[in-house]
């Protein structure tokens, strides 16, 4: 049976930044909203698709921002672990409000207003899959597949192994899987442009300096992949994600020893990268603007970089603290912009529990703190 619950939202002042924050989760299970590069968004922005373990079973939820109202949109019985928690790798299609997820071996898509799920696709035995993206359009899904490593351990560990790696295109509508790329390299992060259904970025996972090339462009009309912003000797990148005009995309990493923030467009030109001080941790963003970062579980605090005129970001302003431990996949933090670019979607388990968090940007964003002055990281 599919329930509904009342409002359980919380809103209150941050202590050290002022910024307005709403926790829209309060039931003593967990709740997160999906990876960061995984749009969660759907009717104009107004609601969101989310994971939650309430009921001892990990399942979708739809949440409305504006009345707080939640509505369980899946009913699958309790999983092993490990695997129920993958639905927090599903994909929302804002324009047809569906979502595509994996739960065990099966490929599923959610119609969210019909509550019905269909499965699409069925992975082979011995092999595992990596995150869902759905194409512009919403015709077709994405994601990648790739042999199990016996005894592997890490992700270093599957990369050393080399498995047999699969990207997969399948249709929407359940008329068909087909392969657009295989390599014995593991690739994973798949990532689809939210503008053209011909466009998408792959990683080869592992540790970012242990891999031999980290991001990748495919347009799936040549079929054939190309790096993207080829590292120099001391330098390391990854968490890539696409900015919202589906050209460019952005990434944080390393340079002997300093932190960056770049992005490039998809046919390799206009790389651009900004070193600076204090810690990313995941970032997104709709453009080079402004971007979102949480600093991982040493920084504490959502955090905020401007890009100034001529070209270098200002230090991070501090937008709300975090406090989050960071012990799972779907307890980082992982914050998203929402489609207006007015709030940040966070996850934090500060209660001792995962849940879902909005902090609206101030009109004025030179009100916040400088992060430097609350934190050291």
Same mark, same amino acid.
């Given at each position: 049976?599919?329930?509904?619950?009342?409002?359980?939202?919380?809103?209150?002042?941050?202590?050290?930044?002022?910024?307005?924050?709403?926790?829209?989760?309060?039931?003593?299970?967990?709740?997160?909203?999906?990876?960061?590069?995984?749009?969660?968004?759907?009717?104009?922005?107004?609601?969101?698709?989310?994971?939650?373990?309430?009921?001892?079973?990990?399942?979708?939820?739809?949440?409305?921002?504006?009345?707080?109202?939640?509505?369980?949109?899946?009913?699958?019985?309790?999983?092993?672990?490990?695997?129920?928690?993958?639905?927090?790798?599903?994909?929302?299609?804002?324009?047809?409000?569906?979502?595509?997820?994996?739960?065990?071996?099966?490929?599923?898509?959610?119609?969210?207003?019909?509550?019905?799920?269909?499965?699409?696709?069925?992975?082979?035995?011995?092999?595992?899959?990596?995150?869902?993206?759905?194409?512009?359009?919403?015709?077709?899904?994405?994601?990648?597949?790739?042999?199990?490593?016996?005894?592997?351990?890490?992700?270093?560990?599957? %990369?050393? =192994?080399?498995?047999?790696?699969?990207?997969?295109?399948?249709?929407? +509508?359940?008329? @068909? !899987?087909?392969? &657009?790329?295989?390599?014995?390299?593991?690739?994973?992060?798949?990532?689809?442009?939210?503008?053209?259904?011909?466009?998408?970025?792959?990683?080869?996972?592992?540790?970012?300096?242990?891999?031999?090339?980290?991001?990748?462009?495919?347009?799936?009309?040549?079929?054939?992949?190309?790096?993207?912003?080829?590292?120099?000797?001391?330098?390391?990148?990854?968490?890539?994600?696409?900015?919202?005009?589906?050209?460019?995309?952005? %990434?944080? =990493?390393?340079?002997?020893?300093?932190?960056?923030?770049?992005?490039? +467009?998809?046919? @390799? !030109?206009?790389? &651009?990268?900004?070193?600076?001080?204090?810690?990313?941790?995941?970032?997104?963003?709709?453009?080079?603007?402004?971007?979102?970062?949480?600093?991982?579980?040493?920084?504490?605090?959502?955090?905020?970089?401007?890009?100034?005129?001529?070209?270098?970001?200002?230090?991070?302003?501090?937008?709300?603290?975090?406090?989050?431990?960071?012990?799972?996949?779907?307890?980082?933090?992982?914050?998203?912009?929402?489609?207006?670019?007015?709030?940040?979607?966070?996850?934090?388990?500060?209660?001792?529990?995962?849940?879902?968090?909005?902090?609206?940007?101030?009109?004025?964003?030179?009100?916040?703190?400088?992060?430097?002055?609350?934190?050291?990281?």
């Amino acid at each position: 049976m599919l329930l509904h619950y009342a409002p359980e939202r919380e809103t209150y002042t941050d202590r050290e930044t002022g910024a307005v924050v709403t926790r829209y989760t309060g039931l003593r299970t967990n709740s997160s909203h999906l990876y960061f590069t995984n749009n969660s968004f759907y009717d104009n922005g107004r609601r969101i698709v989310f994971i939650s373990d309430r009921g001892n079973a990990v399942n979708y939820f739809s949440l409305d921002l504006e009345s707080g109202e939640i509505e369980q949109l899946t009913d699958f019985p309790a999983a092993p672990y490990g695997h129920d928690e993958k639905l927090f790798e599903g994909f929302t299609d804002a324009e047809s409000a569906s979502c595509a997820f994996f739960m065990g071996r099966t490929l599923y898509r959610l119609d969210v207003a019909a509550r019905r799920v269909e499965p699409l696709y069925e992975m082979p035995e011995g092999f595992v899959h990596h995150i869902v993206s759905v194409a512009a359009g919403g015709k077709h899904i994405l994601t990648s597949v790739n042999e199990v490593i016996p005894g592997a351990q890490t992700l270093t560990d599957t %990369y050393l =192994g080399h498995p047999l790696s699969r990207i997969l295109r399948v249709a929407a +509508d359940g008329s @068909g !899987t087909e392969v &657009v790329w295989e390599e014995n390299n593991y690739v994973a992060h798949v990532n689809a442009s939210p503008t053209d259904p011909n466009l998408l970025t792959f990683c080869h996972e592992g540790g970012w300096n242990v891999v031999d090339h980290r991001l990748w462009a495919l347009d799936l009309r040549t079929g054939v992949p190309r790096k993207l912003h080829p590292c120099e000797k001391g330098e390391s990148i990854g968490h890539e994600y696409w900015y919202a005009d589906g050209k460019r995309v952005g %990434y944080h =990493g390393a340079r002997n020893g300093a932190f960056q923030l770049g992005h490039v +467009d998809f046919d @390799g !030109t206009n790389d &651009v990268s900004a070193a600076f001080p204090f810690r990313t941790g995941h970032i997104f963003s709709q453009d080079e603007r402004l971007i979102v970062g949480d600093g991982s579980r040493e920084g504490r605090y959502v955090r905020l970089w401007r890009l100034l005129p001529g070209g270098t970001y200002e230090p991070p302003r501090a937008l709300c603290l975090h406090d989050c431990s960071f012990k799972t996949q779907s307890s980082h933090v992982h914050p998203r912009l929402t489609p207006d670019g007015r709030a940040v979607l966070y996850t934090s388990d500060a209660t001792g529990y995962n849940q879902v968090y909005l902090v609206r940007l101030p009109e004025d964003l030179t009100s916040l703190p400088m992060l430097d002055t609350v934190s050291k990281y």
